[in-house]
């Protein structure tokens, strides 16, 4: 190939996210009748720069009072997030607090792919959301004339993987880490601290990337029925969560088959906010926001309790929180490199939040009766799990491949991981596409 043809040769580009499809049945509880209690000691380190916002207020920088001033627009600005208290009249520009990741937000990235890996329900559904779709306009008239029996929503489409409402027929997920809805209360077995660093830094601004405006995010494109709904087998022209178009032009009402679980891959290129195309804005504006993120490879320490779970649980949970154990693949080659990673707080979709997950010990308790006295023994029985792999963890046989390819921190080395805009989108018909991308929504998960 000569230098020319190499210019013009188009790079590989995908959008951020991928589904990851549902199985064919989810997966009941466990049955196991052994009882385990102790804690998981781990660690996390951002691959790239991480973002949780302190959210006591979204006019943390200059930046907010800069751009009412020039433009009389609202220009939402937050810090990192901190056990501070902020004050919506100061501005903390030069005023650096030590950083905190919530415990709760490792456990919904937990349970998230917990839910995954064990074929369970997915808890965080919007499950009475009708998602609206642009109807094409050569179809308009032919829509017109026919009625629609009943306008789904996303639970009922989901069927069986919607969140679980009868404790007696609940998923491995629910089992573990409890759930509460209408007609179903169960309790967690499982409790995470929050994280704090392992390196203190006395003087905090150590941890902190500089302030950034992150691209324009938009919402969830449910619109985009060709990403989030799997295509009818019959020959289509449109289709929707409750009817297709066929190629003859008929309207056949039936209702769409959701694509699966959403899922972002990790961005390599993204360690370097302000050098990332694609991530930062020079214009700040009421359709962004700004931001503090924390620097890649920052390392936090944290715990997870956990209590009366069976050792086929605390096995799954292991794999999880030390990053997919024995399956990851170190080599000089970054091709054949595994390094399996995932997706923490928020702007997923430009590339931040890729965190390492790492256990250090898993400390079992055990109370015995000795003499007539109770007493507790603690053993380290990290050993004994961490060498499991997928496999012999039973995880998800629907899954496996894509599973480990989305989490493998090199899976897309030398791809360009961008949202398709309106005019190379591949699904050009379905209009809605470009009015979500633009939407107003300031963070996606």
Request: glycine share 6%; net charge positive.
């Given at each position: 190939?000569?230098?020319?043809?190499?210019?013009?040769?188009?790079?590989?580009?995908?959008?951020?996210?991928?589904?990851?499809?549902?199985p064919?049945?989810?997966?009941k509880?466990?049955?196991?009748?052994?009882?385990?209690?102790?804690?998981?000691?781990?660690?996390?380190?951002?691959?790239?720069?991480?973002?949780?916002?302190?959210s006591?207020?979204?006019?943390?920088?200059?930046?907010?009072?800069?751009?009412?001033?020039?433009?009389?627009?609202?220009?939402?600005?937050?810090?990192?997030?901190?056990?501070?208290?902020?004050?919506?009249?100061?501005?903390?520009?030069?005023?650096?607090?030590?950083?905190?990741?919530?415990?709760?937000?490792?456990?919904?990235?937990?349970?998230n792919?917990?839910?995954?890996?064990?074929?369970?329900?997915?808890?965080?559904?919007?499950?009475?959301?009708?998602?609206?779709?642009?109807?094409?306009?050569?179809?308009?008239?032919?829509?017109?004339?026919?009625?629609?029996?009943?306008?789904?929503?996303?639970?009922?489409?989901?069927?069986?993987?919607?969140?679980?409402?009868?404790?007696?027929n609940?998923?491995?997920?629910?089992?573990?880490?409890?759930?509460?809805?209408?007609?179903?209360?169960?309790?967690?077995?499982?409790?995470?601290?929050?994280?704090?660093?392992?390196?203190?830094?006395?003087?905090?601004?150590?941890?902190?990337?500089?302030?950034?405006?992150?691209?324009?995010?938009?919402?969830?494109?449910?619109?985009?029925?060709?990403?989030?709904?799997?295509?009818?087998?019959?020959?289509?022209e449109?289709?929707?969560?409750?009817?297709?178009?066929?190629?003859?032009?008929?309207?056949?009402?039936?209702?769409?088959?959701?694509?699966?679980?959403?899922?972002?891959?990790?961005?390599?290129?993204?360690?370097?906010?302000?050098?990332?195309?694609?991530v930062?804005?020079?214009?700040?504006?009421?359709?962004?926001?700004?931001?503090?993120?924390?620097?890649?490879?920052?390392v936090?320490?944290?715990?997870?309790?956990?209590?009366?779970?069976?050792?086929?649980?605390?096995?799954?949970?292991?794999?999880?929180?030390?990053?997919?154990?024995t399956?990851?693949?170190?080599?000089?080659?970054?091709?054949?490199?595994?390094?399996?990673?995932?997706?923490?707080?928020?702007?997923?979709?430009l590339?931040?939040?890729?965190?390492?997950?790492?256990?250090?010990?898993?400390?079992?308790?055990?109370?015995?009766?000795?003499?007539g006295?109770?007493?507790?023994k603690?053993?380290?029985?990290?050993?004994?799990?961490?060498?499991?792999?997928?496999?012999?963890?039973?995880?998800?046989?629907?899954?496996?491949?894509?599973i480990?390819?989305?989490?493998?921190?090199?899976?897309?080395?030398?791809?360009?991981?961008?949202?398709?805009?309106?005019?190379?989108?591949?699904?050009?018909?379905?209009?809605?596409?470009?009015?979500?991308?633009?939407?107003?929504?300031?963070?996606?998960r």
């Open positions: 190939m000569n230098s020319s043809q190499s210019k013009n040769q188009t790079k590989e580009k995908i959008n951020p996210y991928e589904f990851i499809k549902l064919d049945k989810k997966r509880q466990y049955e196991d009748e052994d009882k385990h209690t102790g804690v998981i000691e781990y660690t996390i380190k951002t691959y790239t720069p991480l973002f949780i916002p302190n006591s207020t979204d006019k943390a920088f200059k930046i907010s009072d800069e751009v009412l001033q020039k433009k009389s627009e609202e220009h939402k600005s937050y810090d990192f997030y901190s056990y501070t208290m902020l004050n919506e009249n100061e501005r903390y520009d030069e005023i650096y607090h030590q950083p905190v990741i919530p415990g709760s937000e490792v456990r919904g990235m937990v349970r792919l917990y839910e995954t890996l064990t074929d369970s329900c997915m808890s965080g559904l919007s499950e009475n959301e009708i998602p609206e779709v642009s109807l094409p306009k050569k179809f308009q008239k032919k829509l017109a004339d026919v009625k629609i029996v009943k306008e789904s929503t996303i639970g009922e489409l989901a069927g069986e993987f919607a969140p679980c409402k009868d404790k007696n609940m998923c491995p997920a629910c089992a573990l880490f409890g759930t509460i809805g209408e007609g179903i209360a169960s309790a967690s077995k499982l409790r995470f601290t929050d994280l704090t660093p392992l390196e203190y830094q006395e003087d905090a601004k150590m941890y902190y990337d500089e302030n950034v405006t992150l691209n324009i995010l938009g919402q969830p494109m449910t619109g985009n029925t060709k990403k989030y709904l799997k295509k009818p087998q019959a020959e289509t449109f289709w929707s969560y409750n009817y297709y178009i066929s190629k003859a032009g008929k309207v056949v009402s039936e209702p769409g088959v959701l694509s699966g679980r959403k899922y972002y891959w990790h961005h390599r290129k993204c360690r370097n906010l302000s050098k990332t195309p694609g930062t804005s020079s214009k700040a504006d009421n359709q962004n926001c700004s931001v503090r993120p924390l620097k890649s490879n920052t936090f320490v944290g715990k997870i309790f956990f209590e009366d779970i069976s050792e086929k649980q605390l096995s799954e949970l292991i794999w999880i929180v030390n990053g997919g154990n399956d990851n693949v170190q080599t000089s080659n970054e091709k054949n490199k595994v390094d399996i990673c995932y997706k923490l707080g928020l702007a997923k979709p590339g931040l939040g890729s965190v390492k997950c790492s256990v250090n010990r898993v400390v079992e308790r055990v109370v015995e009766l000795c003499d006295s109770i007493q507790y603690e053993t380290d029985i990290a050993e004994k799990y961490i060498g499991r792999n997928y496999k012999e963890n039973r995880f998800s046989k629907t899954n496996q491949d894509i480990l390819e989305l989490c493998n921190y090199y899976s897309k080395t030398g791809v360009e991981i961008a949202y398709t805009n309106k005019k190379d989108s591949p699904d050009k018909s379905n209009k809605s596409y470009g009015k979500n991308n633009r939407s107003r929504r300031q963070f996606r």
